[in-house]
């Protein structure tokens, strides 16, 4: 978690999340020299992809189910990878205005059937948004 945005400073601006120059490459990269683990990998390279996905679909009304569908298909932890997003998506400044719904609420609604069972992921969420948000009902 603390590599993943280190590399927006050196990023070039505009590429893709899968391009050699993106924030999310240069970090998977840097952290490849540490580790060869494919899920820790996996979540620094593509941890954007749900926001892109998510912001297509605010944009045009539809997103490209076919881009998610692969992403849940080649995660090797998928469980890992949403926790990522949980915690990663709820800081001050990515949550969602008052009544607004979340990029992480509405990926976890999408991939709801592919994740273990065993994690309430939606009261997860809800309890780390109340956390930052101890004012919110």
Not at 48 to 77: A, C, W
Request: glycine share 6%; aromatic share 8%.
């Amino acid at each position: 978690s603390h590599v993943h945005d280190t590399f927006k400073g050196s990023a070039k601006k505009g590429v893709r999340i899968d391009d050699p120059e993106s924030h999310a490459s240069l970090a998977r990269s840097f952290l490849g020299e540490f580790t060869g683990d494919p899920r820790l990998l996996a979540c620094v390279q593509n941890h954007d992809v749900p926001f892109s996905i998510y912001r297509n679909h605010l944009k045009f009304g539809s997103f490209g189910q076919e881009r998610l569908n692969t992403l849940v298909q080649n995660m090797p932890d998928l469980n890992l990878f949403t926790l990522f997003q949980i915690v990663d998506n709820t800081t001050l400044g990515k949550l969602p205005k008052a009544g607004a719904r979340s990029a992480t609420h509405w990926f976890i609604e999408q991939i709801a059937e592919h994740l273990p069972q065993q994690v309430d992921y939606q009261g997860l969420l809800a309890a780390l948004v109340k956390a930052r948000n101890p004012c919110q009902s």
